[in-house]
């Protein structure tokens, strides 16, 4: 496929943005400036033919020239609007554990999601910075500093539509310097994982940029609990990826019209170079929670051969459910959970065998079901039926002995209030349970709910699983039922996305999610299912 670009250099679909502001400049601002220089110039050259009579031709041709270089020098001008992406966090419907054995899982989006603010240069500025708050890294680099020789050898240099499956170790030894002096005043533990972070970027922008790139400032804020299990890092990669990819005019759309196999060419496209930001950091990932925040909806996953990546596959049809994610606040080791059930397997190689495909059952028969034609969301009926196999999936989970009592704490307060099924996500020994909420339960019993987790010292998420995947806020402006709508909208800059307070904050400002469904502004490659 040829990727579409405009000639005006903005990714197709995103030319328009909100009242075309950036065609025509935030609220016609550009068109002001280029009208209010003609009136000038107009003007000037009325008062310089007064003046003509004693001053010559060839001087007030001058005059004007550098009048004209003046007007057109811009003073610390970006050369594109900061524009924003987004993408969501996963969690794991069905199939844990099971899956390590071979069997099938589900995972899917959720609607806690990070953010990247793209804050372009002034050519003079030759730097990129990597700014992360809420871990509270910051680092910044000089562009023309970087291991361009060594990215761009003939027999190492990669274009956007490479397939890379494996790091290159002389690039990863290349970009080692450059990350040796960030935070060097942090923990180890912290250290490590802003080194992680700086790395992966440095990997992937070197791999798709050159060395004329112009300076940016990538600035994440994120509503996902990190460290819970919930695809935070593969959130990371998709957002810088689909920015580098983005600036590089290497992707089409997203746009309402876009047809759904260039949009899928789309989204493969963000997700290859999104798995070579989280091989950078896990080594040898799965490729499954890339995938699915950068696709959002769910997916089926399946590996039975371990020297193979697994095999991959999309539920385009997987409805939007009401979900309750609830942090226990207990640190987990996946290791030590799933040590724990191939230990069992081995005393127990009969019972865990037939535990484990009993678990893959359930897998496949919630799959038959979510996907099933007019499957309602509003059926409690239909609801139930899912609800029963969470239900089934949690007791298999518990008798394989990686439940946790704060996870069954929830479960029996959330019993108790009867608004829902809940299940761990995850690995389990601690991290996260998600509950399906019944339709229509009552706000008073979500709020008791909600104190009560709070004097206990859990956190809780209202969010929706099977939401959307990658999104595109191009310029960063968004409406908000404010004044500012009838004047375009309100514009996102780096100040106030910094110094939005939190989850809470971010959200308000920025979410994908406003009061009642999406926000006017967001734009996503949306693929449907084969079957339509």
């Not at 361009?148 to 002389?170: A, I, Q, R």
């Not at 196999?261 to 890339?290: C, L």
């Not at 999104?471 to 500012?484: D, F, R």
Request: include cysteine.
């Amino acid at each position: 496929m040829t990727t579409q670009r405009p000639a005006n250099g903005v990714p197709n679909g995103l030319t328009n943005g909100h009242n075309g502001h950036f065609s025509n400049g935030h609220n016609g601002h550009a068109n002001g400036h280029q009208n209010g220089f003609h009136s000038d110039s107009d003007s000037a050259s009325v008062h310089s033919s007064d003046a003509s009579l004693s001053t010559s031709d060839d001087a007030s041709t001058t005059n004007r020239q550098a009048s004209l270089r003046r007007r057109n020098r811009k003073k610390s001008s970006p050369m594109l609007p900061a524009f924003m992406v987004s993408a969501p966090g996963k969690v794991i419907v069905f199939g844990e554990h099971a899956v390590v054995h071979g069997k099938a899982a589900i995972a899917a989006a959720i609607s806690l999601r990070s953010y990247l603010l793209v804050t372009t240069l002034s050519k003079s500025k030759r730097t990129v910075t990597l700014t992360f708050p809420d871990i509270d890294f910051n680092h910044t680099w000089n562009i023309d500093e970087l291991p361009w020789s060594t990215f761009h050898h003939p027999s190492k240099k990669k274009s956007y539509t490479s397939v890379v499956t494996e790091l290159d170790p002389d690039l990863v030894a290349a970009i080692k310097p450059f990350i040796a002096d960030v935070s060097p005043d942090k923990p180890a533990n912290v250290r490590k994982v802003h080194q992680n972070s700086a790395g992966s970027f440095l990997y992937v922008f070197l791999s798709l940029g050159n060395p004329s790139f112009p300076g940016c400032i990538y600035t994440l804020r994120s509503t996902i609990p990190i460290g819970a299990g919930l695809g935070s890092s593969a959130t990371i990669a998709v957002c810088l990826s689909t920015a580098l990819l983005l600036q590089l005019r290497a992707l089409s759309g997203p746009h309402p019209d876009q047809p759904a196999d260039e949009a899928r060419k789309q989204i493969e496209r963000i997700n290859s170079w999104a798995y070579v930001y989280e091989m950078f950091i896990h080594g040898n990932p799965s490729g499954v929670d890339n995938t699915v925040s950068t696709q959002g909806k769910a997916v089926v996953f399946q590996r039975t051969d371990y020297g193979k990546p697994p095999t991959v596959r999309p539920l385009w049809d997987f409805p939007e459910l009401p979900l309750l994610l609830v942090d226990t606040r207990v640190p987990k080791s996946t290791a030590a959970e799933v040590a724990k059930v191939a230990d069992l397997r081995n005393r127990h190689p009969k019972i865990i065998s037939s535990l484990l495909d009993s678990i893959h059952k359930v897998t496949e028969t919630s799959v038959d079901i979510l996907t099933e034609p007019g499957f309602d969301t509003r059926d409690e009926t239909a609801l139930g039926r899912v609800g029963e196999l969470m239900t089934l999936n949690h007791g298999m989970l518990v008798s394989l002995g990686v439940s946790h009592p704060r996870l069954e704490r929830v479960r029996e307060l959330v019993d108790h209030e009867g608004i829902g099924w809940t299940k761990l996500t995850g690995a389990g020994g601690g991290g996260c349970c998600i509950t399906l909420l019944r339709p229509g339960v009552e706000r008073e019993k979500l709020d008791k709910l909600e104190r009560r987790l709070d004097e206990e010292g859990f956190q809780k998420f209202e969010t929706t699983l099977g939401g959307g995947g990658v999104g595109v806020l191009w310029p960063a402006v968004l409406k908000n039922g404010t004044e500012e709508d009838s004047e375009g909208g309100m514009e996102i800059d780096l100040e106030k996305f910094l110094h939005a307070e939190g989850t809470e904050g971010v959200e308000k400002l920025v979410g994908v999610h406003g009061g009642a469904g999406e926000r006017e502004g967001w734009k996503f490659w949306t693929v449907e299912s084969d079957q339509h």
